[in-house]
């Protein structure tokens, strides 16, 4: 089957979950989103881009961010980041407090919030501007100057982030921040504000893909660092859900509130899906639906 005829049956075939679960109403300004948008973009190791549904609408790419975040701190600073965040599954809710203090202020993974925290942090000490960095990374392999940060949401996220800010002040006390817990909160809250739309973030991911090239060639990380963070999103990139998905889906895939999630097939292509509604561990009941369908089609899951 073609891409874009696989694309378009796998929306008709999706089209009645889109609308079901919740939209996240925990960041009041995602839940003004419409759930019944649905949106997949396929783009492929060798250029091409394929999409179906709501592929060129902006959407809130939240915690997918966190994928890009931790690409950049493996990419300036090597394997030092994994001193301070582990690369086990959670089993918890991404943003557990008692994880954390059970973990003596090491987050169990990069993707849930607190090893996400850390991993800004990381990032900022690094560049200086934590948030411009990420927002750069993803116009350059999005290939497109649109990607940007919404204000609406980073402020609604900002004025109801009372977990992330315990996170981020628990993580402190046990000494693993290196920057003051304000600015480490500031860009992560704006990170997760990101807007762009499924075609940018299918080609965003592709170097994921590609064993670590980016889109001009250039390498972003060794090949070992690549397979590491594909490994890493298997595990950790889904919630307390990864068993689930690896079952379902079987690739590295990484969620976000705002409904979306990035997943790799490595050496073929990256997929981006967006269904706002979520399941009761945060992932698009939509997205999962249609990545379930197009590793069931294609035969393409990492296992
Ligand atoms: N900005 C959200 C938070 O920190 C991201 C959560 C997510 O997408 O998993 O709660």
């Known amino acids: 089957m073609e ?4 694309l378009e049956h796998i929306r008709a075939e999706v ?3 889109a609308g079901r679960g919740r939209v996240a109403d925990y960041i009041p300004a995602l839940a003004a989103v419409d759930p019944g948008r649905f949106g997949m973009a396929v ?6 881009v394929y999409g179906t549904g709501d592929w060129r609408l902006p959407l809130s790419i939240q915690s997918v961010s966190k994928v ?21 599954p959670s089993g918890h809710p991404f943003n557990s407090l ?23 942090d990381r990032l900022l000490t690094l560049t200086g501007d934590a948030r411009s960095a990420v927002r750069d990374f993803l116009r350059t392999e999005g290939e497109s100057s649109a990607v940007g940060f919404d204000p609406v949401v980073a402020a609604s996220e900002a004025d109801h982030g009372h977990r992330n800010a315990a996170l ?6 046990y000494g693993n921040l290196e ?3 304000p600015d480490v909160l500031d860009h992560y809250t704006w990170q997760c504000s990101v807007v762009m739309t499924c075609r940018e973030l299918a080609l965003a991911g592709r170097f994921l893909a590609r064993h670590g090239t980016g889109a001009s060639g250039e390498r972003i990380l060794s090949r070992s660092d690549a397979k590491r963070l594909n490994a890493t999103m298997l595990i950790g990139g889904t919630y307390d859900s990864a068993g689930e998905v690896a079952y379902r889906v079987g690739l590295p895939a990484k969620s976000g509130v705002g409904g979306a999630i990035l997943a790799i097939v490595p050496n073929r292509c990256a997929v981006a899906v967006w269904g706002p509604g979520l399941d009761a561990s945060g992932n698009s009941v939509a997205g ?4 379930d369908a197009f590793t069931t089609l294609t035969g393409w899951s990492v296992f």
């Open 43 to 48: 783009a492929t190791v060798d250029g091409e």
């Open 288 to 291: 999962l639906a249609a990545l």
């Open 68 to 88: 890009f975040s931790l690409a950049l701190v493996l990419r300036e600073d090597g394997e030092k980041i994994w001193s301070r965040v582990g690369r086990e």
């Open 179 to 181: 920057n003051p817990v």
């Open 98 to 120: 008692l994880q954390l203090e059970h973990d003596q202020g090491i987050p169990r993974n990069p993707f849930i919030n607190a090893g996400a925290i850390v991993v800004t």
């Open 15 to 17: 089209v009645p979950a």
């Open 3 to 6: 891409y874009q005829q696989l």
């Open 168 to 173: 981020a002040h628990l993580i402190a006390s």
